[in-house]
């Protein structure tokens, strides 16, 4: 059987991997998506250097409240102190690598779950049980190691980076532009959870997520109710806003979307690198987790958030609504997947008018990744130098 290499598609506007203007610039190959290597260096360079969403402040309101968490391989410990600040630390005991704590709940210290060393709230060593004929040994020395935590309204968020910029910094403009909408994220409180596994590479998910130019097609219901020619996409240094008035009121064919607003009204949605979405409505916002099981297997983590007393009613429509559009993502990511590990497909081009959302986050892919150059947004959160 005859086989066939990958066809190289050259990138003449630029010595980049990906062109500054969109209009210019190529897709990320494919091999991105496909080669199982590259996901070791995304745990590290992206990943491991943003801010992620790992928990609810709710359940980590009180002193002792804890959390342990897995942030893409690296397990980490949530903890509200007797100071009541919150902390975070790597769920690695110093001694041989053991849990300092499995699950949730509200304890007063932590204990490794191997030898029995112990640790306060705070993360400071306590007690290491028989050290006495170690010589030299600094209990000092032997604290959990700290990791970057900060909340934002219901949310929790953690860094591993140790020179990361403060969460405020990266999500002061999102904010400001939601209040001026109306919204308020101190005001909602979570409501509904979805898990769904997807066989796909996370940026598979990612890419779909940031333009609309496949509604038409993949999201007929959704496209009745949308207005898809003033459907637009702001790429904005480190996040994209997407955005689109509805088209009508109680017209459209589904009562459970967005028929039930006034129209006009506008949905929000936005990406903030490198995996978070959230996605917000007059009525409630939903948050959206891309994580990588592998590099074809991804976990999406869909939460819905609701002001109290919001209606038992309409948090199904709006859950029912939602689930479908992530049903007919889920069949067209896949099949995009199946595609790129075709001998066929290495690159493609952007749909200028309609997939800047999608060369922004290739850009930002090849920053991380490469240390290509990255002008910096509105909010002046990347520099043209690799940070």
Known sequence: MSTMKKRRTSNPASELLVAPEVAEAFTLPSSWY???????????????????????AAALANPG????????????????????VLRAFYNV???????????????RAFQCAYHGW?????????????IDGTRHFDPEAFALVPVAVAEWGPLVFVNLDPAAPPLDAAMAPIDQEMRAAGFDMARVAPRVRRDYEIQCNWKVYVDNYLEGYHIPFVHPGLFRELDYARYQVEPRGHYSKQFSPTRSAGTG????GYGRYDAGTEALYYW???????????????TNVILPLGVDRTLTIFEWFFEPGADDAA??????????????????????ARGL???????????????????????LMAAALLGEGQPAGSDGMLSSENS
Request: glycine letters at 8%.
């Open 341 to 363: 590990h075709s001998a066929s497909y290495d690159r493609g081009r952007f749909v200028a008018a309609r997939e800047s959302g999608v060369h922004h986050f290739h850009r």
């Open 272 to 286: 903030i690198w490198p995996n978070l979405m959230l996605n917000i409505y007059p009525d409630n916002v939903s």
């Open 118 to 130: 112990t640790y306060g709230l705070d993360g400071h060593l306590r007690q290491a049980r028989e």
């Open 93 to 107: 005991c110093r001694h041989r690598a053991g849990p300092v704590a499995l699950g949730s709940g509200c304890r």
């Open 253 to 256: 064919a589904s009562q459970s």
């Open 315 to 336: 948090v199904r429509d709006t859950v029912a609504f939602s689930d479908q559009i992530q049903q007919e993502d889920i069949v067209i990511c896949e099949h995009v």
């Open 34 to 56: 496909t080669r199982p290597d590259g996901l070791q260096a995304e745990r590290k360079r992206v990943f491991g250097a943003s801010w992620q969403l790992v928990a609810h």
């Open 65 to 84: 409240d804890y959390a342990t968490v897995n942030l893409v391989g690296e397990p980490l410990l949530l903890a509200r102190g007797d100071d009541g």
